[in-house]
């Protein structure tokens, strides 16, 4: 019998063959992220596209994964913002971003540099929450100080 590591690098599950068709639940699991996230994917990437069927469900093919395993390497690895990855795949196009699943970590492409920076540059859109990495601690406590100093004074008020 095959151990687990082996079911994930042929991609096999449940004695499916590696062409099959996956349920999101299945995915999930693979990728070790939850099936709302892969929701919220589909509406943020639009190359990402699950064939559905009756009653709405999903069912993804195998470079339908790989594109997420892509994502998800950019997003959870590298460090990239979901803009980040939307526009190296405006830019590079699916393939690219399969294709930098294999790549070392830390060694970017002119392509990753460059949506990296645009990544990072500050924007008057609203700012979606940071990865869990990428928190920085004294901004957050100093953000805490300043309200901390607003209750009281609002306390001070009688407010």
């Not at 559905?52 to 997420?68: A, F, H, V």
């Not at 196009?93 to 392509?111: C, D, I, L, W």
């Amino acid at each position: 019998m095959t151990d687990a590591a082996d079911l994930q690098e042929t991609g096999r599950r449940q004695g499916k063959s590696a062409a099959a068709f996956r349920t999101i639940s299945e995915v999930a699991s693979d990728l070790d992220i939850p099936a709302h996230v892969l929701r919220f994917w589909e509406s943020k990437f639009t190359q990402v596209k699950p064939l559905k069927r009756g009653g709405g469900r999903r069912y993804y093919r195998p470079e339908d994964i790989e594109l997420l395993r892509g994502i998800r390497e950019l997003l959870y690895t590298d460090g990239y913002t979901i803009k980040g990855v939307q526009k190296l795949l405006r830019e590079g196009g699916v393939k690219q971003v399969v294709a930098e699943q294999s790549r070392q970590p830390g060694t970017p492409t002119p392509e990753k540099a460059a949506a990296r920076e645009d990544a990072q540059e500050p924007s008057t859109q609203t700012v979606s929450p940071p990865d869990a990495g990428a928190i920085d601690r004294a901004a957050l406590r100093q953000v805490l100080g300043e309200l901390e100093d607003l209750r009281a004074t609002l306390k001070n008020v009688g407010i």
